[in-house]
């Protein structure tokens, strides 16, 4: 399955480094998301882009940076994190408006590893 | 905002048995209530959702109920196989909310062999 990709699969970096995580989707959707999966929570939504436009921002710290340059590209830029940024980050792709069938369809994930 | 609670955190089960997972959700607009399905490693992935004109929706060995009024929905698995273990996921989504989903904390079901 391919709909939707997510590079890199894993990711280790220092607190100054400057990274990027990479989400593509080949469903034709129009709205893209990025959550945040640690253990023992609830999926944590970050960032909502409608046709590139953010339309969400879920009181994240400004050290996570997304980009929407079209809309079947996604990215977040990180820099300065912190330990407790380790997780498990999930893009994922919609259709707007939402009808009958549309649901969200995730990638599978980008692994990071904050040291 | 929508908050979702979900019970229990974790399952085990004898294969053949029937697993029940409950989810209750706060805000009575919510129309919209997907189940994902996340393995070891993999991404989540849809297994079944149901609307609120519906009050059940059934495939094969997985069904869904909702009750609006009490604001509760659960996931039914029967004749549990062990590939059936795995992270499931809640989620409930508001109309006005633009697509936001709302995720219970997951249950991890183990289904013994």
């Known amino acids: 399955e391919t709909g939707v990709t997510q590079t890199p699969r894993h990711l280790v970096m220092g607190m100054t480094n400057k990274k990027s995580l990479k989400c593509e989707q080949h469903?034709?959707?129009?709205?893209m998301y990025w959550y945040k999966q640690s253990a023992k929570k609830p999926l944590e939504l970050m960032f909502v882009?409608?046709?590139?436009?953010?339309?969400e921002n879920n009181s994240v710290p400004s050290r996570f940076s997304p980009e929407c340059p079209n809309s079947s590209h996604l990215f977040l830029h990180l820099h300065t994190l912190q330990p407790e940024d380790s997780a498990l980050y999930l893009c994922?792709?919609?259709?707007?408006?939402?009808?009958?069938?549309?649901?969200?369809?995730f990638g599978e994930g980008s692994w990071l590893t904050v040291v | 905002g929508e908050n979702v609670e979900q019970h229990p955190s974790t399952l085990s089960v004898q294969e053949g048995d029937s697993a029940v997972i409950k989810c209750t959700y706060s805000?009575?607009?919510?129309?919209?209530f997907p189940w994902y399905k996340q393995e070891l490693g993999k991404r989540p992935q849809l297994i079944i959702d149901?609307?609120?004109?519906?009050g059940e929706k059934k495939d094969q060995r997985i069904a869904v109920t909702l009750n609006k009024t009490a604001k509760h929905f659960s996931l039914h698995i029967t004749e549990t196989q062990p590939e059936d273990s795995a992270v499931y996921f809640c989620?409930?989504?508001?109309?006005?909310?633009?697509?936001?989903?709302?995720f219970g904390s997951g249950t991890k079901l183990n289904v013994k062999p």
């Open positions: 469903l034709g959707h129009n709205a």
């Open positions: 989620a409930a989504s508001p109309p006005y909310n633009f697509n936001k989903f709302y």
């Open positions: 149901i609307r609120s004109n519906v």
């Open positions: 994922a792709s919609s259709q707007e408006p939402r009808g009958n069938g549309n649901t969200i369809y």
């Open positions: 805000d009575s607009a919510s129309n919209y």
């Open positions: 882009y409608s046709l590139e436009e953010r339309v």
